[in-house]
């Protein structure tokens, strides 16, 4: 009865100061270590001397639950004089020092790895510095910088380095050969966040693409290597909310990249695509997640196409890179449910079903409703999440196809699918 009486009155208390014309005396930042407290107040809409708004504060609360540097934050509004309250915004910070491991195999079932190191807040601005080094076969790295609020709480910065080469097979009407592929690439990008919900991203990438048949090439395969230009541009709607390892809202992720190559031989192209998330909680411990992507680039009759079939990006279980198009339509769903749950560490389980279809090259749209190009996977899987280390969620999946020409298999990964 005390518990319950205690909290009537806090809950009349919170109304009576948020029903006054109150100002805000000080923004104070608590709980933050590594996080720089300037760096908080800097990309905060509540200032000291505005007048006290719930709904901004909680549009604020829910930017810094984005940040990968917390994992939970929440606010407290306290009268101060007059008609005047202190706001306390209170942080719990994740560990964002983080190695990566992920680990697979090739297309030849060799075991292949790429282990990495990133600092997600580095100078305790949420600056995201690190790289990792790949074997799939051949040798690999990256190099990656992102900094969204190096400017101001709008203007930010991204550049990019990688030095990529793996094996990767090519689709011939009469055989699936080997290639060598490598892709050496330098980005910069300029990144513009409009408010609390829209982000773009524009820049440049000056790419070399190489592709070198493997073995004896008797049928004369082509080969490729040619200094390309790509134009990139990302449009970005989020009203995601996050509470720990649950998440709520809408978000939309259009991306857009025009190539044109330094040789006259191969025409210019598009591609594009928009991923739709949309998140659902059910019940306490359940999380209904869904993934939707849509995407089409130059439909020109080539066994390169850009868009794969794959293990790690669309469909688990599928396997390795077994079949590429020039416009896909992709829907994951699952529904993920909290096992078990003490302190810093969670036990989550999924149910999945991955379902896609592909635009052949130099097909028509006809092509996605094709029952070979149709596939559908559905599975289960496990996650082990550690909720004060950003992203530290180790997950396992096993997909079972159901359709046509179907296989199975495990798909290990860090962070979740989607």
């Avoid at 009155?9 to 006054?20: E, H």
């Avoid at 720089?36 to 901004?56: M, P, R």
């Avoid at 669309?314 to 020039?326: P, Y």
């Avoid at 199975?408 to 990964?413: Q, R, S, T």
């Amino acid at each position: 009865m005390n518990k319950i009486l205690t909290i009537l009155i806090l809950s009349l208390f919170s109304v009576s100061l948020f029903s006054q014309d109150l100002t805000v005396a000080d923004l104070k930042i608590q709980g933050n270590k590594k996080l720089k407290t300037s760096f908080v107040k800097s990309i905060s809409t509540i200032k000291a001397g505005v007048k006290l708004d719930s709904l901004v504060i909680e549009q604020d609360i829910r930017r810094l639950r984005r940040l990968p540097s917390v994992s939970h934050a929440y606010y407290q509004v306290f009268h101060s004089a007059d008609n005047e309250c202190n706001v306390f915004y209170n942080i719990e910070e994740n560990f964002t020092l983080i190695p990566s491991v992920n680990f697979y195999t090739t297309d030849n079932d060799e075991f292949a790895y790429r282990i990495g190191l990133y600092e997600f807040n580095a100078f305790g601005r949420n600056i995201i510095f690190g790289g990792f080094y790949q074997k799939d076969i051949y040798d690999s790295h990256a190099i990656n910088l992102r900094a969204p609020f190096l400017f101001s709480k709008h203007w930010g910065l991204a550049a990019n380095y990688q030095d990529l080469t793996t094996q990767e097979p090519v689709f011939f009407e009469d055989e699936t050969a080997q290639y060598k592929y490598n892709n050496k690439s330098y980005e910069i990008l300029g990144l513009y966040r409009f408010d609390f919900h829209n982000r773009l991203e524009f820049g440049a990438n000056y790419f070399t693409e190489d592709y070198r048949f493997k073995g004896e090439n008797v049928n004369n395969r082509p080969e490729l290597n040619v200094h390309k230009w790509l134009a990139k541009g990302i449009y970005e709607y989020n009203n995601l909310d996050y509470f720990y390892q649950f998440v709520t809202g809408f978000r939309s992720i259009f991306n857009f990249q025009y190539v044109t190559s330094t040789n006259d031989m191969l025409p210019d192209f598009f591609i594009g695509w928009n991923d739709f998330f949309y998140f659902k909680r059910i019940g306490e411990k359940g999380n209904w997640a869904n993934r939707l992507r849509m995407g089409l680039s130059t439909n020109d009759e080539t066994p390169f196409a850009p868009f794969s079939v794959d293990n790690n990006l669309n469909l688990r279980g599928v396997g390795n890179t077994i079949d590429r198009g020039t416009g896909v339509i992709v829907l994951n769903t699952e529904y993920r449910h909290t096992l078990y749950e003490k302190k810093w560490f969670v036990l989550q389980g999924n149910a999945f079903v991955d379902a896609g279809s592909w635009r052949n090259p130099g097909g028509d749209f006809g092509d996605f409703s094709k029952d070979d190009n149709i596939k559908v996977y559905p599975g289960l899987g496990l996650r082990f999440i550690h909720k004060k280390i950003y992203n530290a969620i180790f997950r396992i999946d096993y997909g079972y196809g159901v359709t046509k020409n179907s296989t199975n298999g495990f798909v290990f990964g860090i962070g979740q699918y989607f």
